[in-house]
């Protein structure tokens, strides 16, 4: 199948010149921004990625750990100026812990930076280029190696709304190359699907508190010429009832070995609601997404978030003073009310502990 490619870039990553007078960049999208402006941020030092991630400069769970595994590699840069042998190691990994530290949600991120700690054990005793060349390299591939996972979920889930004649679709928060190295997770199988067939029509929920579906996801379908309907979060029974949606998609930010799974909050209501609706609902995600270290997704961690992000829009309070707040960033879906879950490996389902074990024996990291 052709290369299905994306009209946004979220991350730009320029490696040093070979006489190193040309310095590394890296350039983010502000996502805050859009869709108003479309503005990219120069991130010069580790210290720049932690804040970055922590204030959603950048978020999507691959693409968090994409920009933290460039962190590192700019970060490499500084310590060996200083630091040498086993002191690299020391304070590389005090620097990972910070960074992994940014997010506590999405596993992408300790993924991303586990891995080029696991490179950096390996080769402290190189030369100081080489080392810093070996973990620029390792980010570049950590960026690659998502894009290519990004392809093959899409075509896997374009195949499964192809063969099962779905014609309506639904997803929630934004799941496109917004959000990964990428086509994008959910977004990318949209996309894959709606390439083949524009008849697809295609539903995005809002997404409070911070309306990455409003904001972030239509701006993904506009810029990639995809016709799509936004809609509020408390619509989406609506049109389930009406049987205006024949399937629903959502990313992960984290999927447990048994198949449960984080995701943006309000993921777990529309799983509900599509189990009550006998509608097929999938998961999309990368291998890298799975936590196979906990059993269940009582054991992930949700994020709170600043109240703000709930009584205000846009700057402007829209609720009384001093009221109480929740502000969960996250819920956890249980696998029960999961018809699958669309990797780059192909679709998972039935007994997950099984088959994400199964999915896991098959692959080899590089």
Aim: aromatic content about 6%; some cysteine.
């Amino acid at each position: 199948m052709k290369k299905i490619t994306s009209n946004v870039k979220p991350i730009i990553y320029e490696p040093a010149g070979a006489d190193e007078v040309c310095k590394p960049r890296l350039l983010v999208l502000d996502q805050r921004l859009i869709p108003y402006e479309k503005k990219y941020i120069e991130l010069k030092t580790y210290k720049d990625v932690i804040s970055a991630i922590k204030d959603m400069v950048v978020r999507g769970a691959p693409l968090i750990g994409i920009t933290a595994a460039y962190g590192m590699a700019l970060a490499v840069r500084d310590v060996v100026k200083t630091c040498h042998g086993k002191s690299l190691c020391e304070e590389l990994s005090s620097i990972a812990n910070e960074i992994k530290n940014a997010r506590p949600t999405a596993i992408n991120l300790n993924w991303a930076v586990d891995l080029i700690m696991n490179d950096v054990r390996a080769i402290h005793e190189l030369p100081v280029h080489e080392a810093i060349n070996a973990i620029e390299k390792r980010a570049i591939w950590i960026h690659e190696d998502d894009e290519m996972r990004c392809q093959k979920m899409g075509e896997y889930g374009a195949h499964m709304i192809e063969t099962c004649g779905h014609k309506s679709v639904l997803t929630i928060c934004n799941t496109g190359a917004l959000a990964t190295g990428g086509i994008g997770t959910a977004f990318g199988v949209i996309l894959t699907a709606y390439k083949k067939d524009p008849s697809i029509k295609v539903f995005a929920a809002e997404t409070r508190p911070r309306q990455q579906g409003a904001r972030l996801t239509t701006f993904e379908f506009i810029e990639n010429g995809i016709d799509c309907t936004l809609i509020s979060d408390t619509a989406c029974g609506y049109l389930m009832k009406k049987g205006e949606v024949d399937l629903v998609i959502a990313g992960a930010d984290r999927i447990a070995s048994n198949g449960d799974t984080a995701n943006k909050i309000g993921t777990y209501q529309l799983a509900v609601l599509a189990k009550e609706n006998n509608i097929p609902f999938y998961i999309a995600a990368p291998l890298s997404t799975f936590d196979l270290s906990i059993k269940s997704g009582e054991e992930i961690p949700i994020e709170e978030r600043s109240h703000e992000e709930v009584t205000h829009i846009n700057g402007e309070t829209i609720c009384t003073k001093g009221v109480k707040v929740r502000n969960p960033a996250f819920d956890v879906t249980p696998a029960k009310y999961i018809s699958g879950i669309i990797t780059e490996k192909g679709i998972l389902s039935g007994d997950y502990k099984s088959s994400i074990k199964n999915a896991f024996n098959e692959t080899v990291i590089a």
